[in-house]
């Protein structure tokens, strides 16, 4: 009985990497591909990508390697690398794996190659940073919150090249060969790291899309000198951007061929608040198959355009397309300090990753989410309205960007209040005898106390009954009740005071009301003896109004020391002309240590 074959249907994206010098010198390094292969391209052909329900804690645990597996190797959370001598053992283990109980998922290790097209020579200016209106953004770095790191997944870096001085982030890696050499032999990595982060005004080559920003590249060699690369390179890739930490990531490169493990890793890389960027691909003309990643969900998809904003003719279109960005005669650095010009969305893609950069460094905290939302929001229509195929959102318009983040910024730097109190819940105030108005004062204290406008208004759901003004002065005015409302300009928060205010009857003494001179002297009579050598002129007041308040000076209080019993209250000078009330007050001590049980009060007034 013969073996049982299975296939594994492959498309591999066409390498056509054409650059020109400026000078007028071209260089070309070329490779072309088929565009459709039914068997795995060059250096992929024998391995397998194993996904696991679990993650075997050694190879040895692994559930049932297939016997003709060569070599097994860590590739992510639960994914392993399987490598065998010939296509044929890998069809025999793919066969066997895909049966056992602890495998999810068993996959090729599909090929990714770059999307790059030939190009136009002679190509002199950077026609696409006015066209994206970049300088408009260049203008708030002034306001920047800080700086961003664009991890690129490529074929490397030349590090030598000036325009890279202080813009490559420490930790890069070869995962070709398992180095940290990320030096570039090819020039696509270092032309998509040029556009995004060239260091500006340093009298050479170009200048990167982010302009004066603070933006670095983390170079991540996972493409070989040859142009491919492969699956589990940018799987391993993508993870050690996310333990690096980097604000976004580009990858210039793709295949038609969808993989899960993938998708999982970009997911792990969105949830580590990580925006992907992936150029569309540049197989319009030829089939215009899907590419990956630049499909997946979580992925920003990057359509290129022309100078004239139209739609280059190479640029993969789907419904998967999210923006677009300029991508024919691109001025890149190369490898050896050349600038070149190239086309293809593997330069689109930078510019927005760059775009993307400038973003992050504004607002930090900005989510994946959001920064998407912020760059295809912004971006200017193209074609059909709304979001097309071709285009996307439409294209890269930093203008726009630059007002919305300038909002953003001003908005943050604007302290809103979080919450409003009064020092009183409850207030009681009175009326009447025959005009008197009790009056008190709240205090509103707005949190926190930096806040940026901390203006209250004041307002009385029943003024009829008391009022109040923009100090927070409450002044009562008939019998009822009232809520007062302490409000923020900033916010509407509320805090309330219920007023209650009542009524209180004529003054009414002890005695009957008395009219008397301007010298009149008032004698008490109590039933004990008081204390001879007591203060007394504490316990008695004389006021202008019934309630107690307005009291006047000017009283001698003296005990009869022949008769202790008797209390003198006498004006010092003469009583003014008016109306007073006098109050004997609760608690007066007599000699035998009892006290007044209430008050005792007397209505009197001076005529002359």
């Known amino acids: 009985m013969g073996k049982t074959c299975f296939r594994f249907p492959f498309v591999a994206a066409i390498l056509v990497s054409t650059v020109t010098l400026l000078s007028g010198n071209q260089v070309f390094a070329e490779m072309e591909t088929s565009p459709v292969q039914t068997t795995l391209a060059k250096g992929t052909q024998s391995e397998l990508l194993v996904q696991y329900v679990d993650v075997p804690k050694s190879i040895a645990t692994a559930p049932s390697i297939p016997a003709e ?103 890069g890696y070869n995962f070709v060969d398992k180095s940290n050499n990320v030096n570039d032999s090819l020039g696509h990595g270092t032309s998509v790291s040029g556009i995004i982060a060239s260091v500006m005004n340093n009298q050479y080559g170009i200048t990167g899309i982010s302009g004066p920003y603070n933006v670095s590249v983390l170079p991540l060699k996972t493409i070989r000198d040859d142009g491919t690369g492969t699956v589990s390179m940018n799987i391993q890739a993508i993870d050690y951007a996310i333990q690096k930490h980097v604000d976004a990531i580009n990858i210039s490169q793709g295949g038609i061929t969808p993989s899960q493990i993938e998708e999982d890793a970009i997911h792990r890389a969105a949830e580590a608040g990580i925006l992907i960027v992936a150029s569309a691909g540049n197989n319009a003309e030829k089939g215009n198959p899907i590419m990956y990643p630049a499909a997946y969900d979580e992925v920003l998809s990057v359509a290129s355009i022309n100078e004239m904003s139209q739609h280059s003719a190479f640029s993969t279109y789907n419904p998967g397309v999210d923006i677009s960005a300029p991508g024919e005669r691109i001025a890149a650095n190369h490898p050896g300090g050349s600038i070149v010009s190239a086309s293809g969305t593997s330069f689109s893609a930078p510019i927005v990753a760059g775009a993307a950069a400038m973003a992050i460094a504004n607002i930090p905290d900005i989510s994946p989410a959001q920064l998407t939302e912020l760059l295809t929001t912004t971006a200017t229509d193209l074609g059909v309205q709304g979001k097309d195929p071709y285009y996307g959102a439409g294209m890269l318009n930093l203008e726009s960007m630059a007002t919305m983040i300038s909002k953003e910024i001003t908005e943050k730097r604007v302290i809103h209040p979080t919450s409003i109190q009064l020092n009183q819940s409850m207030l009681s105030l009175t009326v009447g005898n025959p005009v008197t108005r009790s009056s008190a004062s709240l205090k509103a204290t707005v949190l926190p106390e930096n806040a940026t406008n901390s203006l209250v208004t004041w307002t009385s759901s029943d003024p009829t009954v008391a009022a109040v003004d923009e100090t927070g002065a409450v002044s009562a005015l008939n019998e009822g009740k009232t809520i007062v409302t302490a409000k923020t300009a900033d916010g509407g928060l ?88 006098l109050t004997i007050k609760k608690g007066l001590p007599a000699s035998s240590g009892k006290t007044l049980i209430r008050d005792t009060k007397l209505k009197f007034i001076v005529n002359e």
């Open 69 to 171: 597996t060569e070599s097994v190797m860590d590739i992510a959370p639960s994914v392993q690398l399987y490598s065998f001598e010939t296509i044929s053992d890998m069809k025999e283990a793919a066969a066997q794996l895909k049966h056992q109980p602890l495998v999810e998922r068993v996959e090729p290790n599909y090929e990714r190659t770059l999307s790059v097209v030939a190009n136009d020579p002679y190509y002199r200016n950077q026609w696409g940073i006015p066209h994206v209106k970049a300088p408009i953004l260049w203008n708030l770095p002034r306001e920047q919150a800080g700086s961003a790191v664009v991890a690129v997944i490529d074929s490397g870096i030349d590090s030598s090249i000036p325009d890279f001085k202080g813009r490559i982030a420490p930790g």
């Open 494 to 581: 509320t805090a309330t005071a219920t007023v209650t205010v009542t009524r209180i009857q004529p003054f009414t003494g002890d005695f009957p009301d008395m009219t008397i001179d301007n010298a009149k002297i008032f004698s008490v009579k109590f039933n004990t003896p008081l204390k001879t050598d007591w203060n007394y002129g504490k316990d008695i007041t004389i006021s202008r109004n019934a309630d107690g308040s307005d009291v006047t000076s000017g009283v001698s209080v003296q005990v009869d020391p022949s008769n202790p019993r008797i209390l003198y209250i006498a004006p010092v000078g003469h009583w003014e002309k008016g109306t007073f009330y």
